[in-house]
């Protein structure tokens, strides 16, 4: 069985900083991507990153230059650091799984691509 934990979180100021970090466990195959998703209050989902463990990395315009998603291949964790926050970050950021290998991403692909979720972790910002 597939288990999807995430840790960190929380509420910081505008211009701040958090660090998201996610554990995957009950992996069966050695190729598997691994993103971040957020949900904003009355908002779809969003896929902010995702990576294929080992290999690219693709992150979301809104973002870009202020997180920075890194993987552990050893461990199966991503963590998500977010540096110069804003309020419109402000989200339910959950991380999500795939296993397999469906080739080199070029895109960022949809929520419902993932198989497995965690329960998510809150991010607020402040004004």
């Known amino acids: 069985q597939v288990h999807v934990v995430e840790s960190g979180g929380g509420s910081v100021q505008s211009g701040g900083s958090l660090r998201l970090s996610c554990a995957v466990s009950?992996?069966?195959?050695?190729?598997?991507?691994m993103g971040w998703i957020r949900q904003a209050p009355g908002q779809t989902r969003e896929v902010v990153a995702v990576?294929?463990?080992?290999?690219?990395?693709l992150v979301v315009d809104s973002v870009k230059g202020r997180f920075t998603v890194s993987q552990d291949n050893a461990e199966n964790t991503l963590s998500l650091m977010m540096n110069n926050l804003k309020p419109e970050d402000t989200a339910m950021y959950y991380c999500?799984?795939?296993?397999?290998?469906?080739?080199?991403?070029?895109?960022?692909?949809?929520?419902?691509?993932?198989?497995?979720w965690g329960q998510g972790t809150q991010v607020n910002v402040s004004s």
């Open positions: 009950g992996l069966t195959n050695s190729r598997y991507y």
């Open positions: 990576v294929e463990n080992g290999g690219r990395e």
């Open positions: 999500a799984a795939r296993q397999g290998y469906y080739g080199v991403l070029t895109r960022l692909p949809p929520t419902t691509w993932f198989n497995y």
